[in-house]
């Protein structure tokens, strides 16, 4: 079982070590040169080419140099095995000498297409911030925290969660009136990474779902407790997680490209973020069930006309429109706004952390599912997407 290191990519889970480990084997054959040199490419890649890449390079390793899977499948909880599992016994009765030179093939197109990129991928000046998965500026009275893994689709990882734990504390103490939350690239959020479940403590599982449950709970306490105004600037699509918070933003403007979708019973989950709270109460608690019980995904239009949504605007005039208003409120008087946020959100903060409690506990037993658990496996196996 492969496990993540504090710190880094959730890609290594499937990682290139799984290829290096059979670098010492010297049977020869004509193209065994070929394809040791693909082998040594490999690890002179600077772009990480995507788990699904991955994989298939993983199991054109092992037909190549095994020939045909006959390992026991591995359970369903050992997440990455049986990916891993999966995609060699896809190949079926593919001969050795096909799959050599079927990795030789992949890996050659992989140094031409990742090796060559001269594309800055978005982060790469992320030691200006000291964040590895946001970038936080601060300007014109505004703390903007933009969430900055656009490959993942803004995915939250571990790190992710906490470094905007750590954001928001921040931002609470510095001089700036109002925070923004954002997304880089064409994703606001895909809302939490579905690799979070596979990196499993000693502990196994339970304890995995023990400290997902704790963290989600101190995370979603942040937004809670969170006291100057909050504004989310919606780029593109939502999922999960990153929808559900809205309900404790102050107001939240959308490009017309966004999508809000909370697929909770399609991932064997439930709603979080006080979602099972807001929602009710901004939208109706039937229009709450069609998209926390139902998975409906709504339209930009759809989500302002329920509430969750202050205003949409056009995708070409929207990064412009939202920060001349943005600019504009932020010159406002900050105790002032910091004192009528308080008087709107107190009465209701006790109520919302016990919320939070409540959906964290429920969470915590859903990740143990079966339901879960398989839509995880689907997910990652590439099965399945929203
Ligand atoms: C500890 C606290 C837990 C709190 C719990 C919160 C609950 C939730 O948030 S539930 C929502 C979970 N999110 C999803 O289920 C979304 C899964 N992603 C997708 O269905 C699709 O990726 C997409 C519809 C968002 C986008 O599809 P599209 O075809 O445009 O792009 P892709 O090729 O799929 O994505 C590019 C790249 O990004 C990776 N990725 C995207 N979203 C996630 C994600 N949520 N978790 C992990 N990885 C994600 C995707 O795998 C691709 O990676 P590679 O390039 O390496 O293949």
Redesign the pocket.
Known sequence: MAYHLPNCS??QVISFPVVQLHLNRTAMRASQKDFENAMNQVKLLKK???????LKLYSLYKQATEGPCNMPKPGVFDLINKAKWDAWNALGSLPKETARQNYVDLVSSLSSSLESSSQVEPGTDRKSTGYETLMVTSEDGITKIMLN?P????????EM?HEIMHALKAASKDDSAITVLTGNG??Y????????FTDIPPGGVEEKAK???I??RE?VGCFIDFPKPLIAVVNG?A??????LLGLFDAVYASDRATF????S??G?SP??CSSYTFPKIMSPAKATEMLVFGKKLTAGEACAQGLVTEVFPDSTFQKEVWTRLKAFAKLPPNAMRISKEIIRNREKEKLHAVNAEECSV?QGR?LSDECMN?VVN??S?K???
């Open positions: 959730s890609l990480d080419p995507g788990n699904e890449v991955k893994r490959t993942k689709k803004n995915a939250l990882n571990v969660y064409d994703y959020s895909s809302g939490n990474d579905l690799t979070n400290n997902g449950a963290l989600l995370f699509p999922v999960g997680i990153s929808v559900t979708h909370t697929p909770f399609h991932l989950q979080e973020g969470l990740w839509a997910f990652l590439r399945s997407k929203l």
